[in-house]
């Protein structure tokens, strides 16, 4: 028996994720180096995340030694670790969790980096910052944000997690929505889906023929019967959809005691009216792409995905007749294999017809930018124009823009601030916990014999942010004490949690698809709940 190849063996492990994001998505993960600041359990719990699905290289940057603390709540660090580099320890343990990947580390602090090489930033695809101080996270922020390179802020505080994206422009084109709709044009039918229905005669065929015609073709027949005997709309509220199954439920044929047949094809077209009958638009995200400045004025630093808008723009305003092309695909249904394969491909045609369009204004606009014509692929192209409705760009604010005083989102935290016990409040706290940092050089509660004093030291450091903010907001007390007792603990539980959710994250960004959240998210472990914020 021949053993799987190399290629066999990959599809065989990364089988699941495959699924979901492809191997082009998975070809993106492997060609990507991470970088992750601290070897804390926070960002050892990201990194296991993100070695066992394949990310193609990562480093760590940790000056510190391992400490009995790291040890306890660290599972890639041993006891026999204490005393050595943090970074080169858990760098070790975690690439032997998949021998395909590469692993690096930096014995060095992220403070001297930035002062002696700011741009060794620069070479990564995208920066992960853990457990780091305001001031060293300020500083890091310009440079990343300056050179477009995406940071991925998380913190581990007691039962608090906190992860926070930074990034300028983020462009999804497979964002993978919930509950998408089939795009079958039957309310605007293309000639050839037009010439292929009316090759059916539903009156004259044989009942196998008959039972085997796929539900697409014979909504599309009643929707024409429809049109011409009761309404030139299509049928739009529950009245109407009733009255329009009913209508395919005559057509059903009838046995010679006038009994209906069990035909599912026909109970499949009336189970599917609802969707089937969705308007053929141009999604409002879609429209304000194609207003966006980026797709209005282009120039030579433009990216592939904002030609792409703009050819799919002029597409709409032409061959298209406004509206988006084809994407190619139908589900599966009752239907024998001609049947089937012939309406499938009449789908896929037209799509291919309407991408080749969308290519040639495409090539167009490459041309006049100075842009060789092979710098947007077949295969990107392709993808392009399947996923043109589900098109989405997420733009998030700087650290810079929050911190600042006179450009935080201060209406949006006084409206969360109606519940007392919002999501919000633990941000709160948490920008008070620096502001003690900063004041005291040491987080608040660290040793028992500290939590009664720090309290009052916390909750004057709350009032001076809240102030300083023009936040005019009540913190529960109880919120000031809990996050003095928490000492500025990393419990691996939290971490083990925060660990999965960044490296979502992460992947998200790398691969282009789903959609990153904007651009704040915590998580009480509390009360075990999340939520998330555009601060």
Wanted: charged residues 25%.
């Amino acid at each position: 028996m021949a053993r799987p190849g190399r290629a066999g063996l990959k599809e065989q492990r990364y089988d699941r994720q495959l699924r979901l994001w492809g191997d082009h998505g998975q070809e993106a993960l492997e060609s990507a180096h991470v970088c992750v600041i601290n070897a804390t359990a926070t960002g050892t719990e990201i990194l296991k995340n993100l070695v066992l699905p394949g990310i193609g290289s990562f480093t760590i940057v940790d000056g510190n030694r391992v400490s009995g603390e790291d040890v306890g709540n660290n599972f890639f660090l041993q006891k026999s670790h204490i005393g050595q580099s943090r970074a080169q320890s858990a760098m070790e343990l975690l690439q032997e969790l998949n021998s395909d990947v590469s692993g690096n580390f930096v014995e060095e602090s992220p403070e001297k980096l930035l002062d002696n090489d700011p741009s060794f930033f620069n070479r990564f695809n995208l920066v992960v910052a853990t457990q780091l101080p305001e001031s060293t996270l300020l500083r890091l922020a310009e440079v990343l944000w300056n050179s477009n390179v995406p940071l991925l802020v998380c913190r581990t505080y007691g039962l608090v997690g906190y992860m926070r994206v930074v990034i300028k422009e983020h462009t999804v084109v497979e964002s993978h929505p919930d509950n998408m709709l089939e795009d079958l044009r039957l309310d605007r039918p293309f000639p050839e889906l037009t010439e292929h229905v009316q090759d059916y005669d539903l009156e004259h065929m044989d009942k196998k023929d008959h039972s085997h015609t796929p539900w697409i073709v014979i909504v599309a027949k009643y929707l024409t019967k429809w049109f011409n005997e009761k309404s030139e709309q299509l049928p739009k509220n529950y009245k109407e959809k009733e009255a329009f199954k009913e209508l395919i439920r005559q057509g059903i044929l009838k046995n010679e005691n006038g009994t209906p047949e069990d035909e599912e094809n026909f109970e499949e077209a009336i189970k599917n009216v609802n969707t089937a009958l969705n308007r053929t638009e141009i999604p409002r995200g879609i429209e304000e792409l194609f207003n966006d400045d980026c797709c209005l004025k282009l120039t030579e630093q433009s990216s592939s995905f904002w030609i792409l808008v703009r050819a799919l723009k002029e597409f709409v305003a032409n061959e298209g007749q406004g509206s988006l092309p084809v994407r190619g695909t139908i589900p599966d249904m009752m239907a024998d294999s001609s049947k089937f394969i012939k309406l499938q491909n009449v789908y896929r045609e037209k799509a291919k017809k309407d991408t080749a369009a969308v290519g040639s204004h495409a090539a167009r606009l490459l041309q006049s930018l100075g842009k060789a014509p092979e710098s947007i692929s077949e295969r990107e192209l392709k993808l392009f124009c399947s996923n043109a409705a589900f098109l989405r760009v997420v733009r998030c604010r700087s650290l810079a823009q929050e911190h600042s005083p006179s450009s935080c989102s201060r209406d949006a935290i006084i409206s969360h601030m109606d519940n007392p016990d919002s999501e919000i409040v633990l941000y709160l706290m948490l920008r008070a916990v620096n502001r003690f940092y900063k004041q005291h050089g040491r987080y608040p509660g660290v040793y028992n014999y500290q939590v009664e004093d720090d309290i009052g030291k916390l909750k004057s450091c709350l009032t001076g942010f809240l102030q300083e903010h023009g936040l005019s907001v009540v913190v529960k007390d109880d919120y000031v004490q809990e996050f003095c007792r928490y000492g500025a603990a990393e419990p691996h539980a939290v971490a083990a949690f925060m660990g999965g959710a960044a490296a979502q994250e992460v992947i998200k960004v790398i691969t282009g698809q789903f959609v990153i959240f904007n651009n704040t998210f915590i998580y009480s472990g509390m009360s075990q709940t999340s939520a998330t914020f555009q601060l």
